[in-house]
């Protein structure tokens, strides 16, 4: 009796022994699948940390706004009223429903060449606000600018092209230019300018400090007023005032009492010596000292150099026919051209109270938008307003970000634009997206615990059973021990 109840406790401990090892090994089957888990939602949040997104910036990177098609296709701050189109690889442009609307107006099947102008009032009027009257009448101001432009524009090229327009020109040397001065009188004589420039000793005595100061300020003055009649308004004044700096600057050396006087005076260094009570002038260098100034004050337009690389100095002869024949035909330009100017500026007035400065920047917007869809065609997407789509395809270089700049040539507008990928774009970056990592770690977190609070429990478990199996074990060695000596002892009975 004893032998058998020491069999059924025997097996009855093995079989709870063996259900401890299946259930020990399911539980470390879990805890392997647990190990995967932490694996694969580690490798979700690194995944998520190198995830790039695409900004718009418009201070170098220092702060950020969603890319969207809002930023990019819509009129606002971000974009500075300038569309950036979304463009695909055939290169139309991919539109909302909202501008879809309006395209299939322009080109009912998405096709480049499509007619804008022509609807252009009711389109501008709907997107805008404003009446179609009144983007008709801006219009026809701005139309207005551009004819009285070219106007202008063309009494300039008249100017340049027609050699009835163009002023007889001489090209003098300062030799030449002299003998226009002619004959000049100071103190009673009468003095060739010309000669005296050109001669091989041109100091004349002009007597006493006061004298001599009056006769060269005489000189001076009649040269000036001798040259007049050879050189324009402007340069004439600026020759006139050459002259007067000559006498401002050097007036002290008459009856100059200084040491730096007379060493000057001694040298002859400005024009002017003394010889005892008498000053002697010399012309050339006096006139060379103007000529000098006169460069500085009058500027490149009064003088230059020739074919030969002489220097000159541009000069008129106004007693001449061909001169005032010259002054009849331009004075009859100028009147026409300074009409064109004043109509232009009018035209200008006109255009500016036409429209109020927002009104005008969202017409613009919309004006080089739908220019674009229709020159280059259109596609609906109706996904394009999520940001998220609209990142992928552009970041996977699905769609493009195309620039468009006004030219003019020979009066007639037109458009070039440019194509590149976004991440090439001045305004756009590539940067890690706050929200993203936020998400990603708050998932992260959330599911790391889960696991963490699962494993926990399976060590419990594990060790709960590692702990009966250990027990069994020593039971199990009890029960044998018993079950062995039953047996010796039975054997001993019989033997």
């Not at 090229?157 to 002619?182: C, H, I, N, Y």
């Not at 007023?225 to 050189?231: A, D, H, S, T, V």
């Not at 006096?286 to 100095?313: C, I």
């Not at 493009?400 to 756009?428: H, L």
Request: one cysteine or more; charged letters at 25%; glycine letters at 6%.
């Amino acid at each position: 009796m004893g032998m058998a109840a020491s069999q059924v406790r025997f097996m009855q401990l093995t079989a709870r022994k063996n259900e401890i090892g299946r259930n020990l090994q399911s539980l470390s089957l879990q805890k392997m699948s647990l190990t995967r888990d932490m694996t694969r939602i580690s490798r979700e949040y690194q995944n998520a940390l190198n995830t790039k997104t695409l900004k718009w910036s418009n201070n170098a990177g220092v702060s950020y706004s969603d890319l969207s098609y809002g930023t990019l296709m819509r009129p606002g701050a971000a974009n500075k009223n300038k569309p950036y189109l979304i463009t695909n690889n055939n290169e139309q442009v991919v539109l909302d429903s909202k501008y879809a609307k309006y395209a299939s107006m322009i080109s009912p099947n998405g096709a480049p060449g499509g007619d804008w102008e022509s609807n252009r009032a009711k389109i501008l009027s709907e997107l805008t606000g404003i009446s179609q009257d009144k983007i008709n009448a801006a219009s026809e101001a701005g139309e207005a600018v551009t004819a009285a432009a070219n106007k202008v524009n063309a009494l300039k090229d008249e100017e340049a092209t027609d050699r009835s327009l163009q002023e007889p020109v001489s090209s003098d040397t300062a030799s030449q230019f002299f003998k226009l001065a002619g004959h000049v009188m100071a103190n009673g004589v009468s003095y060739d300018i010309g000669k005296l420039y050109n001669s091989a000793n041109s100091w004349q005595e002009l007597g006493s400090a006061a004298a001599a100061k009056s006769a060269l300020t005489a000189l001076l003055n009649g040269i000036s007023n001798n040259m007049k009649n050879y050189l324009t308004d402007s340069d004439y004044e600026n020759f006139k005032k050459a002259c007067d700096n000559y006498l401002d600057t050097n007036g002290h050396y008459f009856g100059g009492a200084s040491e730096a006087d007379k060493q000057g005076l001694n040298t002859g260094i400005a024009g002017i010596k003394q010889n005892g009570d008498n000053y002697s002038v010399n012309m050339k260098t006096v006139l060379d000292a103007v000529l000098g100034s006169y460069k500085n004050s009058a500027g490149s337009s009064a003088y230059g150099q020739n074919s030969m690389g002489t220097e000159v100095f541009y000069t008129r002869d106004k007693n001449t026919t061909a001169w005032q024949n010259w002054k009849i035909a331009h004075d009859d330009w100028q009147k026409r051209y300074d009409e064109a100017v004043a109509e232009h500026k009018a035209a200008v007035n006109a255009d500016n109270q036409a429209l109020n400065s927002e009104e005008e920047s969202n017409i613009k917007f919309y004006e080089q938008l739908f220019s674009a869809i229709a020159e280059k065609g259109w596609v609906e997407n109706s996904q394009i307003e999520d940001n998220s789509y609209l990142n992928n395809m552009l970041q996977n270089n699905q769609y493009f970000i195309t620039t468009m700049e006004e030219q003019a040539d020979d009066g007639k507008r037109y458009f070039e634009y440019s194509t590149d990928i976004a991440s090439n774009m001045n305004n756009v970056y590539q940067v890690n997206d706050s929200d993203i990592l936020n998400e990603a770690l708050v998932k992260y977190e959330h599911e790391k615990s889960i696991i963490n609070e699962k494993e926990s429990r399976i060590d419990t478990r594990m060790t709960n059973l590692e702990t009966e199996q250990s027990a069994i074990n020593n039971m199990m060695k009890g029960v044998e021990t018993v079950r062995n000596d039953n047996v010796e002892r039975t054997f001993s009975i019989f033997s």
